[in-house]
């Protein structure tokens, strides 16, 4: 006879598990709902500074529930303390969350110390953007970097983050590289990163126990191909 299992209770809603839910969307999908985003702001300003500063700020507001919900779902209301922790976590963990791979490239850079990059071949919302020549040097990639600045803020390290092309000999489209810099006082003297460090490294630097968080969770979408 096959025994029936009980069903676990909870007293508490609080207690529950968050549930993982479907992990992937259309890319379809996603490139039409980031094409609409971009024409809508694009309808709102006047300038190409203006419209990276909207997409940045959009951004922001999914890296910040973003950080909540991993928190809460990988690791245990836990987070990242220290520098290189929290720059390991978002080239890992976030990134593979939202775009289905760690990103390429973590460096450090070699003239600043309280410079960081995250680079991307071929960085998704740049993926299939043609830009008119009128546009310049316009960067999607800024909606990124708005995420990357919600998090870091989120989790306690103030920063100011950039998206930028940087031309690659012999290839067509130039890679995005997002560049990260904190404020002085943020920066750790024992945490060196060496340039050209992968940030696999750094996979298994501690976390430590968060305060009390927020429970306003947003889904975050690893972008499929279907």
């Known amino acids: 006879m096959i025994g029936v299992g009980k069903i676990k209770q909870y007293t508490n809603v609080l207690d529950k598990p968050l549930s ?9 999908a996603f490139a039409f709902l980031f094409s609409e985003l971009v024409q809508y702001n694009q309808t709102q300003v006047d300038n190409i500074g203006e419209l990276e500063r909207r997409l940045e700020d959009a951004g922001y507001a999914v890296g910040a529930r973003v950080l909540e919900l991993l928190c809460h779902r990988e690791k245990g209301n836990r987070r990242e303390t220290r520098l290189l922790g929290i720059l390991s976590f978002v080239h890992s963990t976030v990134w593979k969350v939202l775009f289905g791979k760690v990103a390429d490239s973590l ?42 600045r919600g998090v870091l803020d989120s989790a306690g390290f103030p920063s100011v983050v950039t998206a930028h092309f940087v031309p690659v000999e012999g290839q067509q489209r130039p890679r995005t590289t997002i560049l990260i810099k904190f404020a002085e006082e943020e920066t750790v003297l024992d945490m060196h990163l060496k340039p050209g460090l992968t940030g696999a490294e750094a996979a298994n630097e501690p976390s430590y126990p968060a305060g009390v968080m ?12 279907s």
């Open 214 to 225: 927020g429970c306003s969770i947003l889904p975050c979408w690893n972008l499929a191909t």
């Open 20 to 28: 993982k839910g479907k992990q992937e969307v259309s890319l379809s």
């Open 107 to 148: 460096e450090k850079g070699t003239e600043h110390e309280d410079e960081y990059m995250i680079s991307e071949k071929e960085l998704l919302v740049n993926r299939f953007i043609s830009i008119p020549k009128d546009m310049g040097a316009f960067n999607c990639g800024a909606f990124v970097a708005g995420i990357v």
